[in-house]
């Protein structure tokens, strides 16, 4: 609750900021990262940071996952990963976002943006980790910070269908 109040007296983000919740926007919100030489490559998953390979949702196996190294802005990561139907946990897609490069505040302010009554899960007192999930409307959206690699981490994840379509999960 402390980071909604936390929201109402956040300035406007810095520039870092500003394009990491651009390129969150795009790529995990509109579905569609314009993505070109000057702003960044995919990679191989060998390719990126120790801390950048661990980004996966359990031990569910991705039909596909494209992972974008941003050069703007720096110190940026995102996995857009495609499950395969019928998976266990009925998820469709997930796409992440890692930075470095973004501000906690300016990050809540991206987890909670489009997200309307929203009420965030916070697993553990102590956890810089929240949750929305809004299954009836297909998705959930999850901030966290590592702290031993200072990594903030956007993510939302498709549900394969709404909960209120597919019954009891």
Known sequence: MLLAFALLAVPAPHAQSAEVMQVYREACVEGGLRLTAERGRVVRWEELPE??????????????????????PPSTYVALTHFKP???????????????????EDAA????????????????????????????????????????????VLQTTLYDRPAAAAGPR
């Open 51 to 72: 801390f950048a390979r661990d980004l996966r949702w359990g031990d569910l196996e991705p039909d596909r996952t494209t992972y974008v190294a941003m050069k703007a």
């Open 86 to 104: 019928g998976n266990r946990a009925h998820l469709a897609s997930e796409c992440i976002v890692a930075s470095r490069s973004i501000r906690i």
């Open 109 to 152: 302010v991206a987890f909670f943006e489009g997200t309307p009554k929203a009420h965030p899960i916070r697993y553990l007192p102590w956890s810089r980790w929240w949750d929305i999930d809004v299954p009836e409307q297909g998705y959930r959206k999850t901030l966290w910070v590592a702290s031993h690699s200072k990594y903030v």
